[in-house]
């Protein structure tokens, strides 16, 4: 069973109106559980669009998608997903750890077993020690760990996640690129992730999802090959530099003769 399956999905906003915005054509995608998929493409091609659309935040025009084998809108009502995105998104007002525990109090988890959970998801992100302080008291990199510990409180199968690290700083940025990956590998977590970044999608991901500017459609999938454990020294790797040619490429439309070619075999394959 997929993790993540769209089929002929498109998204066209006023459809009928003179403000009509084709923002996505005939977009199909497959995920398969334990991948980390990156979408990138330039600004306006429906990158976002496409995780909302997964996310049941958006209903496709016309299309399908499903997540974890069920619709999209019932994997969002059994909540089998986790968001994050730009900005945290943390309640000033709530301690860290009753951050975390939001989730699961939606969930009707009783107080024992969250608080039990928060500490764990906060070992997890390594931050046990900042428990009882208030989002406002720590570092945007370190608010980010919480949104993801919040985000992951419930063990869901997926991470949909849109360009999470876009505000930090480019050390903390790649601190926790590290972080995710280790989080992930741990959590055995499937992840869809929204980038501008080649470096950060090549870095993160098992395929990078290349997609055509508004109407956005998949021009090319691009795999990775850097192994299952990536460090510092990957970044100075060939085959890093080779990626990120790769995906460099194909947004520059280089070898846009045999784009779709590619994105339909990198389909067929999974």
Known sequence: MSAVQVTGASKIFNQGTPKQVDALIDVN????????????????????????????LLEPTTGSIMVNGKSASQSRLDQDYGMAFQQAG??????????????????GWDKEKRAARAQEMLE?????????????QLSGGMQQRIAIARALAAHPPLL??????GALDEMT????????????AETSTTVVFVTHSIPEAVYLSNRVVVMS?????ITDLINVNLGAKRT????????????????REA????????????????????
């Open 213 to 217: 500017p508004r109407p956005g459609r």
């Open 29 to 56: 995608l497959t995920v398969e559980p334990g991948e980390f998929v990156s979408l990138i493409g330039p600004s306006g091609c429906g990158k976002s669009t496409l995780l909302r659309l997964i996310a049941n």
């Open 251 to 270: 947004l520059r439309g280089t070898h846009a003769d045999h784009a779709n070619a590619n994105a339909v075999r990198g389909v067929e394959d999974r």
């Open 124 to 136: 997890l992100v390594k931050l046990p020690e900042f428990a009882e302080l208030y989002p406002w």
């Open 160 to 165: 949909l996640m849109d360009e999470p690290f």
């Open 173 to 184: 940025r790649e601190y926790m690129q590290g972080e995710l990956l280790r989080i992930c």
């Open 232 to 247: 510092e020294d990957t970044r100075a790797a060939a085959d890093f530099f080779t990626g990120i040619t790769a995906v």
């Open 90 to 107: 943390l309640f000033d007002w709530r301690t860290v750890a009753k951050n975390i525990e939001l989730p699961l109090e939606l969930k």
